[in-house]
């Protein structure tokens, strides 16, 4: 069974651009979560789809944003870049069932860095 | 609110020897806790899970974790190190949303551990 796939795995970008991330999930599972990864802050969650619907959001502002196709797979886009945006962006995939013990299985990430 | 607090940033050991990874959690619920192994530039990958069923559990590549609730602790711990287990290591509890539903990954900062020859 293929893994949880993130692309573009490395991407520079400029201050006030836009980008989008993409996750493919691994086959079956219907809910992605989306993760920021900085050396100061640590892992933060960014927010979760099911089903094509925002399930949980984290505490990002409004610039952070995302969105899930009927194949589960999901993007995630950030507009007008800042410099503290620079991270590991991380995505996770799962069945989506509301056990406790559902199993995330993360991608390798995309490392983004914003000049 | 859930919350982890991993009481190490750094931990060092020599080969052969023990290790044990500390974290304290705060839930005001029966918790779901995880760890969670990340090597340099790799992703994430679960190590082991608590599930209830049992207080110490077994997880991969030798490692295990104890529950204790006395102590709202989950430490991780291996008999004996390997080189390859140099990596980043994460405390995880399971976010309650209001209502009780479960919520997201819940990180603790990290601990490093390395591992001398």
Not at chain 1, 101 to 115: A, I, K, M, W
Not at chain 2, 67 to 96: I, N, Q, W
């Amino acid at each position: 069974k293929a893994g949880v796939t993130q692309t573009p795995r490395y991407l520079i970008k400029t201050r006030g651009q836009q980008v989008t991330l993409s996750c493919s999930p691994i086959s079956g599972h219907r809910s992605v979560s989306w993760y920021q990864q900085t050396p100061g802050q640590g892992l933060q969650f960014l927010f979760e789809y099911f089903s094509e619907t925002q399930r949980n959001k984290g505490n990002f502002p409004g610039r952070f944003s995302g969105r899930q196709f009927s194949n589960s797979r999901s993007e995630m886009n950030v507009s007008t870049l800042e410099l503290g945006d620079s991270a590991l962006y991380l995505c996770a995939s799962s069945r989506g069932d509301r056990s406790s013990y559902n199993e995330q299985f993360f991608g390798p990430g995309t490392r983004l860095t914003v000049l | 609110a859930q919350s982890v607090t991993q009481l190490d940033s750094h931990v060092s050991v020599s080969e052969g020897t023990p290790v044990l990874l500390r974290c304290n959690y705060s839930s005001s619920y029966s918790p779901s806790l995880f760890w969670y192994v990340q090597h340099p530039n790799k992703g994430l990958q679960l190590l082991l899970k608590y599930t209830s069923a049992a207080t110490l559990v077994k997880g991969i590549n030798g490692f295990e974790a104890e529950f204790k609730k006395s102590e709202t602790s989950f430490h991780l711990t291996k008999p004996s190190a390997h080189m390859s287990d140099a990596a980043e290591y994460f405390c995880v509890v399971r976010g309650l949303n209001y209502g009780g539903s479960q919520g997201n990954l819940i990180f603790g900062k990290g601990t490093k551990l390395s591992v001398k020859p």
